[in-house]
C-alpha cells in the first residue's frame, strides 16, 4: 500500500490578510519555517510514501515554493512531492476529487495547521478499520469573550448563575482527516465542498464516520495572533516540531527520522 497524503494548500487566507499579514498563509514562517514546509516535513517524519500539495492554479507563490523548496526536500527523503492543481475553487476539501479511482485511503492536512498528532496512527487505524472517512477530533479551549447568565428554570426573569468569562472545552475537528476510496468519490459529487458538507453527506447517506480522539498539540493559525500561539507551541514542543539542522544550504536528514515499515 502507497500510504498518500494530502497538503491543502489553496486556501485565500484572508482573515490572515485582514490582520496584516501580507504573505499567502501557507508561506507564513512559524519560528523560522513555513506552515507549509512544516506540514510536509511531519508527513516525511510519520512515513508517507507520496504527498501531494493542493494548490490554486494562479496561485504562483504558493506554487513556487512547492517546486523550489518542498519537491528537493522531499527528494532527498527519497519521497515524490507533487502538485494537485484546482484550476478553480472546489472547497477545502474537494481538491480530493482529482484522485478518484487513483489512491488507497489518503490522509489530508491543512496548511494553516499545526499539530503533533501521529499522522501514521491515525491513517493505519482508519485502514484496519470500518470507517469511510476518520477525522481527528480534541477538546478545545474556548474562553467565552462575556460574561455568561444562565436564569432559573422556573423563571426567566430570575438570575440562577453569573458567571465571568467561563472556559469551554468543546469536542472540535483538528482538521486531519483519512478518507476511503467512497469518501474521495463523493467528495467528487457536485460542486465545490468542504469536509463539514462532505462528512454530514456521507452520515445521511448511512455511511461509518469516525472519529480519532487525541491530545496532541495543536493550533490553527488564521491570523496574526495565531501566530504568536504557533510560535509558543513549537517553542514548548521542539522535538515534536524538530526541523533538522541545515548545512551549507541543504538539510540533514538524518537529524529527523523517518519512520518506514
Excluded: C
Excluded at 60 to 80: C, F, K, M, N, S
Excluded at 92 to 111: C, E, F, Q, S, T
Excluded at 162 to 178: C, D, F, G, H, M
Aim: proline share 7%; glycine share 10%; hydrophobic share 45%.
Amino acid at each position: 500500500m502507497t500510504r498518500t497524503a494530502v497538503i491543502m494548500a489553496g486556501g485565500r487566507g484572508e482573515r490572515m490578510a485582514r490582520s496584516g499579514v501580507d504573505a499567502p498563509k501557507p508561506l507564513v514562517p512559524i519560528a523560522g519555517v513555513t506552515l507549509l514546509e512544516r506540514n510536509l516535513r511531519l508527513l516525511l517524519r510519520h512515513g508517507f510514501d507520496r504527498i501531494l500539495v493542493s494548490v490554486a492554479a494562479g496561485d504562483i507563490e504558493v506554487r513556487d515554493a512547492v517546486a523550489t523548496r518542498l519537491r528537493p526536500i522531499g527528494d532527498q527523503a527519497g519521497i515524490a512531492v507533487d502538485e494537485l492543481v484546482e484550476e478553480g475553487p472546489l472547497g477545502n476539501i474537494g481538491a480530493v476529487r482529482l484522485l478518484v479511482g487513483a489512491v488507497d485511503p489518503v490522509l489530508v492536512v491543512y496548511a494553516d495547521n499545526l499539530t503533533g498528532i501521529d499522522l501514521r496512527q491515525i491513517y493505519d487505524d482508519h485502514v484496519a478499520g470500518d470507517a469511510d472517512l476518520t477525522l481527528a477530533a480534541h477538546l478545545e479551549p474556548f474562553v467565552m469573550p462575556f460574561g455568561e447568565l444562565a436564569a432559573d428554570p422556573d423563571d426567566p426573569g430570575l438570575l440562577a448563575r453569573y458567571s465571568e468569562k467561563p472556559t469551554y472545552r468543546p469536542l472540535v475537528s483538528s482538521a486531519v482527516i483519512v478518507l476511503g476510496p467512497r469518501a474521495v468519490e463523493r467528495a467528487g459529487v457536485g460542486g465545490p465542498i468542504g469536509i463539514s458538507q462532505l462528512a454530514q453527506a456521507l452520515v445521511d447517506d448511512g455511511r461509518v464516520v469516525r472519529l480519532w480522539l487525541h491530545d496532541a498539540p495543536w493550533v490553527d493559525v488564521n491570523d496574526r495572533a495565531a501566530i504568536d500561539r504557533a510560535e509558543r507551541l513549537v517553542a514548548a514542543h521542539p522535538d515534536v516540531f524538530a526541523v533538522p539542522d541545515r548545512i551549507d544550504g541543504k538539510d540533514e536528514i538524518g537529524s529527523q527520522p523517518v519512520v518506514r515499515s
